[in-house]
């Protein structure tokens, strides 16, 4: 059983704004998996003292030891972890036909989709991934397995069945009746479930796999129940040459999928590497927002994206890992490589592009939230929000970071951004010590 009550006492970390960091000591009090208040170690001691957390299990964090806000994933491919660091030879179109859809074309079986997706939930929660946005498959039960799998790890996840409708050489696609049937199938059964962390998202694959009635069809189901949408956008060139020419009264890939309503306040667009100017004036004035995927952006040669350009046509970013042309399912791995591409982009010539960590973390944490329109929810630790969050520990053992004595500044304020840092640029999954979603703890290994 979770604790219904529970006060963390020591750093905490979170982003108020792209460019603001808030940092200090201080508590978060927790009941039933909500935040009911934050403030100093100065107000927790009289509190303490007044016996108000004389219920609460009191959890005191070492110096070596933070809570920052649980990390956000705008876009993976459940399906395709069983790939991942495999096949990154080819780029985009010829990757999909060649490993992809083949890969994918096997969750028919719901067997097999269920022990895949058992495994990735639990390596997402162990990466302190405690949101992620998901591609599933093509198919109804297999992609059910996912949301099953959410639930039984308590992990918070929206999930797309995918849609298809084009001929493709794997045979992996479905006729559009038949999709527009399932997607809503697929909609109802998730609903029924009427699990509070997890929710269904509408999700054409992309315009080269998805012609206008299925789009249309999408929109419409889309508007029906409320739902998230989610697809790609101009990750890579070919792509965009083959949107245009098969939808030629579409000035960009951005109208193809505008043309259909597809694009509104709900819609996450994966990638947006290449839009064009009216694509960054479009996006924002309908409220998409981008998942920025930096390591399947270069794996699959796709191109560096100007993030920083993305983030000033005030388009809501957040991070993806995007696997498996994405390479690593962290997204403290997609934290540093937003930070490596920017700074790419700014070395070949392109002023202010490189975003710092602090910014990265943001994208990562709030940003991520906002994107998946959860911001009222997660992201960061107002009061009133659910407690999603990592107890981070800089030092633990077997892990990365050696500790040197004597060599960090000793004012507390000065140490905890020094821990943090050290955790952005060199940590990994052996740090994250302890994982909370609502309140409740999915990963402990203190
Ligand atoms: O990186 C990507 N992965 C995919 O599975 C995919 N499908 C369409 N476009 C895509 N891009
Ligand atoms: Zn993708």
Redesign the pocket.
């Known amino acids: 059983m979770p604790d219904k009550n529970i006060v963390f006492v020591g750093i905490i970390a979170s982003s108020s704004s792209l460019d603001q960091l808030v940092i200090s000591s201080g508590y978060i009090a927790v009941q039933d998996g909500k935040i009911t208040k934050t403030g100093s170690t100065k107000e927790f001691d009289e509190l303490e003292k007044a016996g108000e957390f004389s219920s609460y299990k009191v959890v005191k964090l070492s110096r070596d030891q933070f809570i920052i806000p649980g990390f956000v994933d705008c876009h993976t491919?459940a399906p395709?972890f069983p790939n991942i660091g495999l096949g990154l030879d080819r780029p985009?179109l010829e990757w999909?036909a060649k490993y992809?859809f083949p890969l994918e074309k096997k969750y028919s079986d719901t067997e097999f989709a269920a022990k895949v997706y058992d495994q990735v939930v639990q390596r997402l929660l162990k990466n302190g991934t405690t949101t992620a946005c998901y591609?599933g498959s093509l198919h109804v039960d297999g992609t059910l397995e996912l949301v099953k799998s959410a639930i039984k790890h308590h992990q918070r996840a929206l999930i797309g069945k995918v849609s298809m409708n084009k001929e493709n050489d794997a045979g992996y696609y479905n006729d559009t009746k038949k999709e527009l049937e399932e997607v809503e199938t697929f909609i109802k059964k998730v609903l029924a479930y009427q699990n509070e962390l997890v929710e269904p998202v509408v999700t054409p694959?992309?315009a080269?796999?998805c012609d206008k009635e299925l789009m249309d069809g999408l929109a419409c189901i889309a508007n029906k129940y409320n739902c998230r949408i989610q697809s790609?956008i101009s990750?890579n060139l070919s792509?965009i040459e083959y949107v245009l020419e098969t939808n030629p009264k579409c000035a960009t890939y951005g109208d193809v999928y505008d043309k259909s309503g597809i694009l509104n306040n709900k819609c996450i667009m994966?990638?947006a590497v290449h839009l064009t100017d009216k694509e960054l004036s479009l996006l924002p004035k309908k409220g998409v927002s981008v998942a920025h995927?930096p390591a399947?952006n270069t794996r699959?040669k796709s191109g560096l994206c100007p993030v920083r350009r993305i983030i000033n046509a005030n388009i809501t970013v957040g991070l993806g890992t995007?696997v498996s042309?994405g390479d690593n399912a962290s997204i403290l791995d997609a934290i540093r490589r937003t930070m490596d591409v920017s700074m790419c982009l700014e070395m070949q010539g392109s002023p202010n592009c490189a975003l710092n960590w602090k910014e990265a973390f943001y994208l990562a944490t709030l940003g991520g939230a906002k994107a998946l329109n959860l911001d009222h929810k997660i992201g960061n630790f107002e009061v009133g929000k659910d407690f999603d969050a990592l107890l981070v520990d800089v030092y633990s053992t077997g892990g990365q970071i050696d500790k040197y004595e004597g060599a960090l500044p000793t004012t507390t304020d000065e140490y905890a951004v020094e821990l943090l840092q050290k955790f952005i640029f060199v940590g990994d999954d052996r740090n994250i010590a302890q994982v909370y979603v609502k309140g409740e703890k999915v990963k402990d290994i203190l």
């Open positions: 491919h395709q985009l999909l992809t591609f694959r992309f080269v796999s790609h990750e792509e994966a990638h995927c399947s699959l995007d042309g």
